[in-house]
């Protein structure tokens, strides 16, 4: 199983690679191949002190589409138009968004694009062949990143697409502790979208760092 | 402190009142006094059952608000513009909204008014110097009726009355295991309301029953 990360050297995307490489082949993919291939190898560094196996390969971001089975789209909700337009390949791939259209004001806010949500406009932007699942949306990148814990929280996942939506569930609960949800279509992604700006609430108002949810 | 519910006799209503009745004076509220009567008799002797005290009073709706300190609008959100058009005297009174705007088609959707949230209509047709809170909007009813259990859920308040806000989180913090949890101001009540339709989801597509969320 071959993950591609568009974006994979941001803030969310370096710490997705580092945790999923010793579970899954990952390619992180950049704008700058040389800055993918620097997440790269401190990755392997960082695994290898940890005695983890991993499988890290930093290229720019169309060849990490190209060489993937699965592609997670881990972009900040302000790039995302500009960057899908620079893109293509994505014919019967599994897309996966875990981007949140939110804005910082003196809280966050949720501002969702006209379609009504971040996966619904990739779902606009994208050839119709595209398996887009929305999920990963709620966790911090501060969590992915540190390899140390286990991140023991909910992750919703949304698709039109039930067999895409396996297939990414199956791959969010390989990830020790985290539980993959059955959320619905891709219509109602805005709703596990808009958890991350309560969330980011949450975390300020009740000097909390980095929340995630459980569902019980 | 006495808590007024308005629609204490529907279906969330009456399992609020059932719950906070041990705790605080409760003002059930409807629109037929008679059934509101028949629900504390009911709610006495169930809590009598268990060997626990309470403080229940059937009344109409206007006589809630009137008697209370804090009222709650356990008004399903298609009855909230009928149901608040016919009462008043909301002055100075707390007023709570646990009112989610949704819709149910094949699946929930969040379905907000054009003012952005329940809790904002709410303040645009309450008076000024009404306190409005959001809060307990993803406690299921048959969770709240379930008095042999506890319910360790998150409760997520948002409030522009920093002081209201802060009445309600002790509210909430006095019933055993749930946690209150500051989510910011009215404005962003809408992220906390759209968090019940994609719980009601979870449950449908999860073979769940009654979810509820907690931060961690």
């Not at 941001?10 to 580092?18: F, N, P, R």
């Not at 119709?128 to 990148?141: L, Q």
Request: glycine share 6%; with cysteine.
């Amino acid at each position: 199983m071959k993950i591609g990360i568009v974006g994979g050297t941001g803030d969310i995307g370096e710490g997705m690679a580092l945790r999923l490489s010793p579970l899954f082949d990952i390619i992180v993919g950049s704008r700058e191949p040389e800055k993918a291939q620097v997440t790269c190898t401190m990755g392997r560094e960082l695994l290898r002190k940890r005695g983890k196996e991993c499988s890290l390969n930093g290229v720019d971001n169309q060849a990490a589409i190209d060489g993937a089975d699965i592609v997670i789209l881990a972009i900040p909700f302000k790039h995302l138009v500009s960057t899908l337009e620079t893109l293509h390949g994505f014919e019967d791939k599994i897309v996966v968004s875990p981007v949140n259209p939110m804005e910082k004001q003196d809280h966050f806010v949720f501002v969702p694009p006209v379609e009504g949500s971040a996966a619904l406009l990739i779902k606009r932007m994208l050839p119709k062949e595209a398996r887009i699942c929305s999920a990963f949306n709620t966790i911090a990148a501060n969590k992915w990143k540190a390899l140390d814990e286990e991140i023991a929280f909910a992750v919703p996942v949304c698709s039109d697409d039930d067999e895409a939506k396996q297939e990414v569930m199956t791959i969010v609960n390989r990830i020790p502790r985290l539980k993959a949800y059955n959320a619905g279509p891709l219509h109602v992604s805005c709703m596990v979208e808009s958890l991350t700006p309560l969330l980011l609430n949450i975390a300020r108002y009740n000097k909390m760092r980095d929340v995630g949810i459980q569902f019980i």
